[in-house]
């Protein structure tokens, strides 16, 4: 079973979760083809050799850079009929997803998305998607040849299998009815790690009191090379951007390690965090519910233990 996985990249370089996804479709038995679309470093793509792709077909046209979903999917359609692939794995992302929802339209495919572990196939094929905000599962068979499916993050772990893989520039003639969007600007998030992307999350919320203390947060997330979010009344505020609002009608992440600092965890900010592989707390008020969801709790004064926490952090290190 030929497998193509959609890479996405930014300022030139892939994206973990992109990454994750060359590993989980190597993880189901391949032979896997990359295809990255825009601009991307060379060395980058070679680089999904090592987590199990065999090649890699690069698209360079400039106007793919943009994100235009139908173009995306004219162009994996035409690639999935030159690898003879019946399997396109993504990113279950703000891109991959509605990428993956119209080429699934346009080929016919079964398409399962927010998937969480490699496939049973001892009795067809059977997916583990997270639903319900991650509250719940559902097991969904999957019956027709050709199949999509994105991945949430977290569910391939990156292991290095092979070496470099061959990049193969890839031509495909797009017409201007693939361009009927445009997008006539973006605002892109900052920081040195970014949400999406990011193993771990330092939050704060209310219990921050104000903008002026965010610098104690901003220093715990640099000692652990961590990206910053806050809750929703935090960003509603004006305290910190929209783009570090994170919950149900925020950034929904999956670190491996969440830290929630003066936040007392509404439900939903819950829906956007309860996929983290570890959430600590730490608020005065032994009663917030943020408690019952948490791996760790720490009852206590933030200003007083986020300091404390970070230079234990440093002399660790």
Not at 14 to 26: G, Q, R
Not at 50 to 72: C, F, P, W
Not at 166 to 181: E, H, W
């Amino acid at each position: 079973m030929a497998i193509l996985v959609f890479v996405e990249s930014a300022e030139g370089k892939i994206k973990k979760t992109s990454i994750e996804a060359v590993a989980f479709a190597y993880g189901m038995g391949g032979p896997v083809t990359a295809i990255a679309l825009g601009a991307a470093e060379k060395s980058e793509l070679e680089a999904l050799g090592k987590y199990g792709a065999e090649k890699v077909l690069h698209v360079s046209d400039d106007r793919l850079s943009q994100g235009i979903i139908q173009a995306y999917a004219a162009v994996l359609e035409q690639a999935l009929k030159d690898e003879n692939a019946t399997m396109l794995v993504l990113a279950n992302s703000s891109l991959g997803t509605p990428v993956a929802a119209r080429i699934a339209a346009r080929i016919g495919a079964s398409l399962a998305s927010n998937v969480i572990e490699l496939p049973n196939t001892s009795a067809g094929f059977v997916v583990k998607r997270s639903i319900y905000t991650g509250k719940a599962f559902a097991w969904v068979e999957l019956t027709n040849e050709k199949k999509v499916i994105t991945i949430r993050k977290n569910a391939a772990e990156m292991k290095e299998v092979a070496g470099a893989a061959q990049v193969t520039p890839y031509s495909v003639t797009l017409s201007d009815a693939d361009f009927t969007t445009k997008i006539t600007s973006a605002e892109k998030a900052t920081g040195e790690v970014l949400l999406p992307e990011a193993n771990i999350v330092v939050s704060g919320g209310r219990g921050m009191k104000g903008p002026e203390h965010w610098s104690i947060l901003e220093e715990l997330a640099k000692t652990l090379h961590a990206a910053t979010g806050c809750s929703k009344p935090v960003s509603d505020m004006g305290w910190r951007p929209h783009h570090e609002h994170v919950g149900q009608t925020g950034v929904k992440v999956a670190p491996q390690l969440y830290i929630a600092v003066g936040i007392s965890g509404a439900i939903q900010h819950l829906a956007g965090v309860n996929s983290s592989k570890c959430i600590v707390v730490i608020n005065k008020d032994p009663e917030a519910p943020f408690f019952k969801a948490a791996d760790y709790g720490i009852v206590g004064d933030a200003f007083e233990i986020i300091p404390k926490l970070t230079e234990a952090i440093k002399a660790a290190k």
